[in-house]
């Protein structure tokens, strides 16, 4: 059964760089997409980026010139960097493992496992 | 934005048949996706793609899709499906995926 652990840094101050990693677990690390997903307090889910095995990256554009998410296939690890951090960041930050499929006739993605979340709190 | 649009909170009595909605263009075109989130806990996927299940979720919960509206559907809501509920699809462009913004399910 595939598990996410992810860990990082959980106080920032403003301007600095959040740093997490989200290790994979029990399971194929190529043939899907690695997401990660946000939800500040009381609030909804948003979705940041992802990548996948080869490195291919899709970012979020309402956060995109200050994303940038890494593989380490060699570990089974991806990483988020987000800079230049302010209180509106502040959020639990999750990792998820993004599939596909094509029923006809439409096309569809799911994120079947998440991480359990990280707590990241921006403040002077 | 994803926009993918959800009522923001919906109500059901015990043993009832409840239906939540999410509305955008992008359901013309892709399946959503469907997730319970609990208090404190990490979102769970109850359905994906036409009507599909993961290993684990009761039969009660079932997907819909018509026209622009996808639909998730509880037949027989336990006091335990009280949630929120987010439904995810790919943003108007399909190059991004987004979320809709979230509905909160009281059981009574």
């Known amino acids: 059964q595939v598990q996410l652990q992810q860990w990082g840094a959980g106080l920032l101050k403003p301007s600095e760089t959040l740093s997490l990693t989200c290790a994979v677990y029990?399971?194929?690390?190529?043939?899907?997409?690695w997401s990660w997903i946000r939800q500040p307090p009381g609030k909804g889910l948003e979705w940041i980026g992802e990548i996948n095995h080869s490195g291919s990256t899709n970012y979020n554009p309402s956060l995109k010139s200050r994303v940038t998410i890494s593989v380490d296939t060699s570990k089974n690890q991806f990483s988020l960097k987000l800079s230049s951090v302010t209180a509106a960041d502040t959020a639990v930050y999750y990792c998820a493992r993004r599939g596909s499929g094509y029923d006809p006739y439409y096309y569809y993605y799911y994120m079947d496992v998440w991480g359990k979340g990280t707590t990241v709190t921006v403040s002077s | 934005s994803s926009e993918l649009t959800q009522d923001p909170a919906v109500s059901v009595a015990l043993g009832q048949t409840v239906r939540i909605t999410c509305q955008g263009d992008s359901l013309r075109s892709y399946y959503a996706s469907w997730y319970q989130q609990k208090p404190g806990q990490a979102p769970v996927l109850v359905i994906y793609?036409?009507?599909n299940r993961p290993s684990g979720i009761p039969d009660r919960f079932s997907g819909s899709s018509s026209g622009n509206t996808a639909s998730l559907t509880i037949t027989g809501a336990q006091a335990e499906d009280e949630a929120d509920y987010y439904c995810n699809s790919r943003d108007s462009s399909g190059n991004h995926p987004g979320f809709g913004g979230g509905t909160k399910l009281t059981v009574l």
């Open positions: 029990g399971g194929s690390f190529s043939g899907y997409y």
């Open positions: 793609g036409k009507n």
